[in-house]
Antibody, heavy 117, light 112 residues
């Protein structure tokens, strides 16, 4: 069965960076993209970006462009999302999700990232 | 960016009664391949989102048939024919026609 398993809770200080991982199993990793979505406390879903696992092509939300890098390691079927220069506004649950043809069908369990001094 | 606007923001419903959520996009969501990339997700309290509907009206396997999606162009609707207790949560529409993909602000369904 398709599974996306994310790394654990992170607590960071303002100005630091965080790198969240998303390990996929149960399907051919390089046949689907990975999208990243975040959700601030009590807020809605915010699409952050997408990476094509077969060629590394990326699309990022303008709001975080320049601070985010999405990568993949096809040898371990793992996707990564690194966010730099963290502020309290980046406190959120971060989700990865499998992308295919204009949709996302399976989601990870979420990773809590807290930015606090 | 494509702006997705959902209404209502909050939807109290009596068990067994129907519910309807509207989603409007600021641009036509028909892609050059003829498909309309409009999705619906359910997020139960404390859980990851779950896809219910893709390409306007295609229901995921395992999703009860009381959920249905409809619409075209810029106006879309998610309907629940008879609300059950397990349907409590927040529902989001999302467009995937243009980068960046964008979500509606969410509709919270609760039981009266």
């Amino acid at each position: 069965q398709v599974q996306l398993v994310q790394s654990g809770t992170e607590v960071k200080k303002p100005g630091a960076s965080v790198k969240v991982s998303c390990r996929a199993s149960g399907y051919a990793f390089n046949r689907y993209g990975i999208s990243w979505v975040r959700q601030a406390p009590g807020q809605g879903l915010e699409w952050m970006g997408w990476i094509g696992t077969h060629n590394g092509e990326t699309h990022y939300a303008q709001k975080i462009q320049g601070r985010v890098t999405m990568t993949t390691d096809t040898s371990t079927s793992t996707a990564y999302m690194e966010l730099r220069s963290l502020t309290s506004d980046d406190t959120a649950v971060y989700y990865c999700a499998r992308e295919t043809w204009g949709t996302v069908d399976f989601w990870g369990q979420g990773t809590q990232v807290t930015v606090s001094s | 960016d494509v702006v997705m606007t959902q209404s209502p923001v909050s939807l109290p419903v009596t068990l067994g009664q129907p519910a309807s959520i509207s989603c409007r996009s600021s641009q036509n969501l028909v892609y050059t391949d003829g498909n309309t990339y409009l999705n619906w997700f359910q997020q139960r309290p404390g859980q990851s989102p779950r896809r219910l509907i893709y390409k306007v009206s295609n229901r995921d396997s395992g999703v009860p048939d009381r959920f249905s999606g409809s619409g075209s162009g810029t106006d879309f609707t998610l309907k629940i024919s008879r609300v059950e207790a397990e349907d409590v949560g927040v529902y989001y529409c999302m467009q995937a026609k243009n980068w960046p993909w964008t979500f509606g602000q969410g509709t919270k369904v609760e039981i009266k």
